[in-house]
C-alpha cells in the first residue's frame, strides 16, 4: 500500500495515493505489525509531506507515531527518521540545530539507507543556503545532485540569487520534465517555483504558462507551501508586468498567510522583497521597517549572515536619507 500510494501520487492520482497511505498507517497503528514495517510507513508518509509541502499532515501523522514509538521497544530507520526531524526543525527556523542533526547523521546514512544520501545534502544545501553561505550550499546541492537527487527548487534559489535567473528557469524546467519520484510529488511546487524565476527572468509569458500549468495539473487539495508559493510567483509575475502595487498588496496577503502557519524562513524573504518594491516605489520608511523585520525574523532564526545583511542595508539606507535631508 505504501509504494501503490507514492505511485499514484507520483502520477497525479494524489487522493488515491494519500488514501492508501492513510490506509497503511491505520494498519500499523491499529494492529500487530513489525517495526521495521512500522518505519517504512512512517517515512514512506513524511516523505509524500515533504515533496508536496503539506507540513500540516506530516505534524498529524507524526504525532501519531510518536505516540505509537512510545510502546514499541525497536527504534527503526533512526537515521532517516533524524533526516525528516532535521527537515522539520528547519521549518520552523531552528537552522543551527537542524544542521548540527544534518551533518551527524549524513554518514550514518551512507551506511544504513544510502538511497536517501541525496535528500539530505539537499536539505543540508537549503539550511546553509537559508543561513546566507551560499557557496557551501551550492557544494551540497552538488552533491545531491552526484548521487542522483535533483535539488530544485533549492538550486534554483540559489541560482536567483546570484543574478542567474534564466539558468533557474532552465533548471527547474528540467526539473519538472523529471521523471523521478521526488519530481513528479513537487510538481506543483517546481511549476511554482519556475513560473517565480521566469519572471523574475523578464519571460513573462513563461511565467503565466507554467502558473496555468500548476493550477489545471491533478495534485489534490493546495498544501501550505503550495499556496505560498503561488503567492510568490503571482507577485513576482506582477512586477514582471508593470504592476508594482499589486505586487505589494500579493506579497502582504501572502506575509500574513506564512505568519499564521509560523514558517520564518517564509516570512524573512517576504519582508525583504516587500522592502526592495517599497523602496523602488518611493517609501523608503515603509521599506526600513520590512528590513527591520526581516533581520529579526533571520536572527531569531540563527541566519546570522542574512541578519548582517539586513542591519548592513538598513545603515546604508538611513545614510542616504539623511543626505539628502
Avoid at 161 to 168: I, S, T
Avoid at 173 to 189: G, N
Avoid at 241 to 256: F, N, S, V, Y
Avoid at 305 to 319: F, G, I, L, Q, V
Wanted: contains cysteine; charged residues 30%; glycine residues 6%.
Amino acid at each position: 500500500m505504501i509504494y501503490l500510494g507514492h505511485i499514484c501520487v507520483a502520477r497525479g492520482e494524489v487522493r488515491r495515493g494519500l488514501a492508501l497511505l492513510d490506509e497503511a498507517a491505520a494498519a500499523v497503528l491499529g494492529g500487530d505489525v513489525a517495526p521495521w514495517f512500522a518505519g517504512l510507513v512512517y517515512c514512506g508518509l513524511v516523505y509524500i509531506c515533504q515533496n508536496r509541502g503539506d507540513w500540516e499532515r506530516a505534524a498529524h501523522w507524526t504525532e501519531c507515531f510518536s505516540r505509537w514509538s512510545d510502546r514499541a521497544t525497536t527504534t527503526t530507520f533512526p537515521a532517516v527518521c533524524r533526516l525528516h526531524r532535521a527537515e522539520a526543525l528547519a521549518l520552523r527556523g531552528e537552522l543551527v540545530t537542524a544542521e548540527r542533526e544534518l551533518v551527524e547523521v549524513r554518514d550514518e546514512l551512507v551506511r544504513s539507507a544510502p538511497w536517501a544520501v541525496g535528500d539530505a545534502e539537499r536539505l543540508y544545501g537549503e539550511v546553509l543556503r537559508v543561513r546566507g553561505d551560499l557557496d557551501a550550499a551550492e557544494q551540497a546541492y552538488r552533491r545531491a545532485r552526484v548521487v542522483g537527487w535533483d535539488p530544485c527548487p533549492g538550486w534554483a534559489e540559489l541560482l536567483i540569487e546570484r543574478g542567474n535567473a534564466k539558468e533557474a528557469v532552465q533548471a527547474l524546467e528540467r526539473a519538472v520534465d523529471d521523471p523521478s519520484w521526488p519530481c513528479r510529488q513537487r510538481r506543483r511546487l517546481l511549476l511554482a517555483a519556475l513560473a517565480r524565476a521566469a519572471a523574475i527572468a523578464g519571460d513573462a509569458p513563461r511565467a503565466r504558462e507554467a502558473l496555468a500549468k500548476a493550477d489545471t495539473i491533478e495534485d489534490g487539495d493546495l498544501t501550505s507551501a503550495q499556496q505560498g508559493a503561488l503567492q510568490r510567483a503571482h507577485a513576482e509575475l506582477a512586477v514582471a508586468e508593470g504592476r508594482p502595487d499589486e505586487a505589494i498588496r500579493t506579497l502582504r496577503a501572502a506575509l500574513r498567510f506564512w505568519s499564521e502557519h509560523d514558517a520564518p524562513l517564509e516570512i524573512a524573504p517576504l519582508h525583504e522583497r516587500l522592502a526592495e518594491l517599497l523602496r523602488a516605489s518611493g517609501d523608503s520608511v515603509s521599506a526600513a521597517l520590512e528590513v527591520d523585520a526581516a533581520e529579526a525574523v533571520w536572527r531569531k532564526a540563527g541566519a546570522v549572515m542574512r541578519a548582517e545583511a539586513c542591519a548592513s542595508r538598513a545603515t546604508t539606507a538611513t545614510r542616504s536619507r539623511r543626505s539628502r535631508r
